[in-house]
């Protein structure tokens, strides 16, 4: 890693611990109402997108909600209550891309924590997809930490997410979740490097913004 990737990671990295920082200050409260505005939120894209066509049956993808996350099981059960097909993450070792169908709340198992320590989000227990269904997905969603006017994201910093980006078929909606005060209403505010791929909507906790 050169001197300029260095300085870019750590930056980054100091981001990051901001986060999470502030999004331990919210309350179970504001988090479930959190939730329920996102469901709302997911309806009306779903209804409106001027971009993307969905029909019962077609595919999206998006995640189970773990730690501080803005809560996707609302978002996740309107969507399936519209007729969509829900892939949500099967993970496996280290960068390994998996899916399964999510068929409601009921179904997922948590899972243990990683070896290091670290959050897993809970996974359904029903057949495990390869990393190419995610082109069946018309619209997808992704988690971040932050999001700027370009529509680049701040991840976890594993890279299991740009990979999946990396994947998507050409005309998916690209969807970035976060909390409000997480979006920066500023150009360049979230180093990009050449990998990233930018999403071209951003859904907070009150609001959709399209880039």
């Not at 504001?30 to 209804?47: D, F, M, Q, T, Y």
């Not at 996740?76 to 399964?100: A, E, F, H, Y």
């Not at 996974?123 to 082109?135: D, F, R, S």
């Not at 370009?150 to 909606?173: F, M, N, P, S």
Request: overall charge negative; glycine content about 10%; aromatic content about 4%.
């Amino acid at each position: 890693m050169n001197d300029k990737a260095e300085k870019i990671d750590a930056h980054k990295q100091v981001m990051r611990h901001e986060a999470i920082r502030i999004r331990k200050e919210i309350g179970e409260g504001e988090r479930a109402e959190a939730g329920e505005r996102l469901g709302k939120l997911a309806a009306s894209l779903v209804n409106n997108s001027p971009t993307v066509d969905l029909k019962p049956g077609d595919s999206a993808a998006a995640y189970v909600s773990m730690g501080t996350e803005v809560p996707t099981f609302e978002l996740l059960d309107t969507l399936v209550q519209r007729g969509l097909r829900m892939l949500v993450p099967r993970l496996g070792k280290g960068r390994d891309i998996g899916w399964s169908e999510y068929d409601g709340k009921t179904g997922l198992r948590q899972m243990p924590h990683t070896a290091t320590g670290g959050l897993r989000p809970a996974e359904p227990e029903g057949e495990i997809l390869g990393p190419e269904a995610i082109a069946d997905a018309k619209i997808v969603f992704i988690p971040a930490f932050a999001i700027d006017l370009d529509g680049t994201r701040l991840g976890r910093g594993g890279g299991w997410y740009d990979q999946v980006l990396g994947l998507c078929r050409e005309d998916a909606l690209k969807i970035g979740v976060c909390w409000d005060r997480e979006f920066i209403d500023h150009h360049h505010a979230v180093p990009r490097e050449e990998h990233d791929i930018p999403v071209d909507v951003i859904m907070t906790d009150k609001r959709i913004i399209t880039i």
